[in-house]
């Protein structure tokens, strides 16, 4: 049975405060002050108590613990956002469950679909919500092509070419050496940064039916890939390409570029947020460009015509996980249902692991959904 919803304020117990962690607690302030206080940090757990003290601080009486079940066993807090190392989710979702907590998840879920599935398992058990971080559905470019596909002026989808790239994430920006670490990760850049992808193509272009992936390891330790090219067939006849490197090249910035091809539609953009989008159609001499602000006026219909409940974020429509979290705040408040739901972080960790079974066996899987 469901929970009701939240009255009034969510008040949130933050769990990890690294970077990730960091950026919720940023965002969070912003939903705060654009809906006149839906949600509040009461309070941060982090092993490393300055990290705990010093995220705390930015929010008045907030409280700096070192144990995350001092957060979830608070009867003060509604609600849990879990931004630890990926092998520390499992035992905190499930102790937030059966306390009773609703549960952000940072991606991927677990350290393998598993353990993903017995999480969503003990949410839905304990009648709480759950939402998880695929921060991707709440990109301008993205929600835009997905339209733009999805016209049927545009013809029968043919081909879809994407890569994800950034630097091997131990140092830079990603000052921790976890995801390095196998005991703490859940593999490499395949599972670790490209289950956003695999959740996107699945978001925009349907459910996958045969996966075909080699890995390569370059610098990392044991079963951390580096590189990962996967080939995805769809039951519509569409194909995908996807390329997933973790590179040594420290100052370039985190990127995405994706391809779409359809009978009378050519797509394509270099960022996974904003920017200019290209574009080919049927009769058209030659390639236009979607202006970047033009992307934006499009993305914002989309989102207040799908949305509506996101209205008060106006001024961070541009920003994905602002936009996120005001959806689990909204979704926690009863605005809405929640979305993207714990479920399609699971779904989208099995399409990664089997897309690491077909690499091992260095041949095509096929899925049955
Ligand atoms: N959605 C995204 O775009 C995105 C981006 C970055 C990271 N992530 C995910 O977020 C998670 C965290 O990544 P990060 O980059 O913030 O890592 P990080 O190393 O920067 O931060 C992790 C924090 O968790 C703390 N911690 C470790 N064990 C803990 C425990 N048992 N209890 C409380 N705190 C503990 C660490 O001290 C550290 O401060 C990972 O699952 C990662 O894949 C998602």
Redesign the pocket.
Known sequence: MRSEPIAGQVRIGL?????????HSMMLRKIADCTDGAARITAV????PA??ESLAARWPGARAV???LEIINDPEIDAVW????????R??TIAAARAGKHVF????LAMNAGDAHTMQRALEAAGVQSQV????RFSPVYTVIRVMARDPKAGRLIAITMRDDQDF?IRGA??????NDPA???GGTLV??S??DFDLLRWMFGEPTRIYCRTRSLRGAPGIEDYAATHFEFAQGHQAQHSSIWHRMLHRPSNRRLEVFCENLFVACDSDSIGPIIVQRGEGEREEIIPEQDVMARFVEILLRERPYLAPMKDWFAV??AL?DAAFIAGLRGACAIDPGFGEGVKAQRLVEVAYDSARRRAPVDLYT
């Open positions: 769990i990890g405060a690294g970077l990730i962690g960091q950026v757990a982090d092993t490393v990290a705990a070192s144990s995350d879990i931004c630890t190392p990926t092998a520390m989710h035992a905190a998840c940072e991606k991927p971080g695929l921060v991707l994430p990603h000052p921790s050496a976890w995801r703490l990760t859940a670790e940064h289950v956003h994905g996980y996120e």
